[in-house]
């Protein structure tokens, strides 16, 4: 039931992340990705009968069950407990699901290795459409307005894929780190990462996103920070992006510049960001305890500040449906998540040294950890499934160097049985 699952749970991501049912409306006419769900469900819950899973004792996991059981029984004490029952829920669940089909499917290192690649393939795939529409066609997708009233165009994702060109930016960014890790382990995986990476960056620059360029400078560091040459890598990085700088068009060259001057025709969009961040803690006063309801966030800047935009920091998106104590809950789940990461990360080092892909693995999940919180104060995501799937991988490696650590053990224990019978004799 196991393999039937992961299986079933790769099936789910592409769908999921390529999103089948549009491209295909039969798909979508029988809810594909419902049927699946379900499916997964039923499928782990008959597994749990049979056998208990260690992840029920690790921080992330309670932290997790703690938040969303205060969503459920918050509801009857938001504003909005109707939107939150309709939508809310809902799309809570759809991003929550990947926390626990990851942890209960992929329970082997040969599984989490397939499926880091299916998320790559597939991710590489959602870079490489718009890029080759963008080549072939003219296709851009986007369009941002500058301070004179003026339009430039910015590459988002292709027609099946609705993300803009901040999400775009996101996706490039957050591949990169596991793509620099994993080419390490064979010449193979070395091919594909210098293959790819010049193409990702150019669909960066074509997004024209201000915060995927900081997000890719917290992946950076987060590069140097793991390395044991980070002064090479420091002189390498300032090199390049000096040399790469030179080289952008003009207004894309303003507009990266408008996240530090405020005098370009760029920064009064970055300026009006920044004003909706810092409003989205305002709108959260008006219900602070409970929230409005999971899934109210367009609908609270409306109603309070008739505003169409949405908030675009995480923590002001939890704080408007959450309420704050909510946003206190999560950022405990957060915490519980940098602290399960820096232990399987410590684990490995120094009990599984010898194993490269876990080791490979675990460092591009904590620069894609660092990335991520550094990409929520640009962006929102409680229903998303960005932290539910870094937090389900990160108890996967620590069940797996657990269940290293209990075979070791039980060979030495073994060898040491044997060791006394031989003296006795």
């Not at 929550?96 to 499926?115: A, C, D, G, I, R």
């Not at 459409?129 to 301070?147: C, I, N």
């Not at 780190?177 to 990462?193: C, E, G, H, Q, V």
């Not at 989205?280 to 409306?302: C, D, K, L, Q, Y």
Request: overall charge positive; charged content about 15%; glycine content about 6%.
């Amino acid at each position: 039931m196991k393999n039937l699952g992961f299986t079933l749970y790769l099936l789910f991501m592409t769908s999921w992340f390529l999103h089948l049912p549009h491209r295909y409306p039969f798909l979508g006419t029988i809810r594909f990705d419902f049927i699946l769900v379900i499916v997964l469900t039923i499928i782990l819950f008959l597994g749990l009968k049979r056998e208990e899973t260690e992840s029920v004792h690790t921080d992330t996991y309670k932290k997790l069950l703690v938040l969303f059981i205060y969503i459920i029984v918050t509801i009857p004490l938001v504003r909005w407990p109707g939107s939150a029952v309709r939508y809310g829920i809902a799309n809570f669940i759809k991003g929550v699901v990947f926390f626990f089909f990851t942890v209960h499917f992929v329970n082997t290192e040969k599984k989490l290795k397939t499926f880091i690649w299916t998320f790559l393939i597939l991710q590489s795939f959602r870079i490489l459409e718009p890029l080759y529409l963008h080549v072939t066609e003219g296709y851009w997708g986007s369009e941002a307005m500058m301070s004179n009233w003026e339009f430039m165009n910015r590459l988002s994702g292709a027609p099946h894929d609705i993300i803009n060109p901040n999400g775009l930016a996101y996706i490039v960014v957050s591949v990169i780190p596991f793509f620099f890790y994993l080419a390490r382990l064979s010449w193979k995986n070395k091919a594909i990462f210098l293959g790819t990476i010049p193409l990702f960056l150019y669909v960066l620059v074509l997004t024209e996103s201000r915060s995927g360029i900081i997000a890719l400078g917290a992946v950076y560091t987060g590069i140097v920070l793991t390395s044991k040459r980070k002064v090479l890598l420091i002189v390498i990085g300032i090199i390049c992006a000096v040399m790469l700088f030179v080289r952008l068009p003009y207004e894309t060259k303003i507009r990266y510049l408008s996240i530090i001057d405020p005098t370009t025709v760029h920064s009064d969009t970055l300026k009006g960001r920044i004003v909706g961040m810092k409003q989205s803690f305002v709108i959260a006063m008006h219900r602070p305890v409970f929230g409005h309801g999971i899934g109210t966030n367009g609908e609270a800047t409306w109603n309070v500040r008739q505003w169409t935009s949405i908030s675009h920091i995480l923590y002001g998106e939890v704080a408007i449906e959450l309420g704050y104590l909510g946003l206190i809950i999560f950022l405990l789940f957060l915490k519980a998540i940098i602290i399960d990461t820096r232990k399987v990360l410590h684990i490995i080092k120094w009990r599984t040294e010898d194993n490269q892909a876990l080791l490979a693995i675990v460092n591009a999940l904590q620069v894609y950890l660092l990335m991520n919180l550094v990409f929520s104060f640009a962006s929102y995501g409680l229903s998303g499934y960005v932290w539910y799937l870094i937090g389900g991988l990160v108890i996967v490696l620590k069940n797996l160097v657990s269940s290293y650590e209990l075979e070791e053990a039980k060979s030495e224990e073994y060898m040491a049985e044997i060791h006394t019978q031989e003296y006795s004799y």
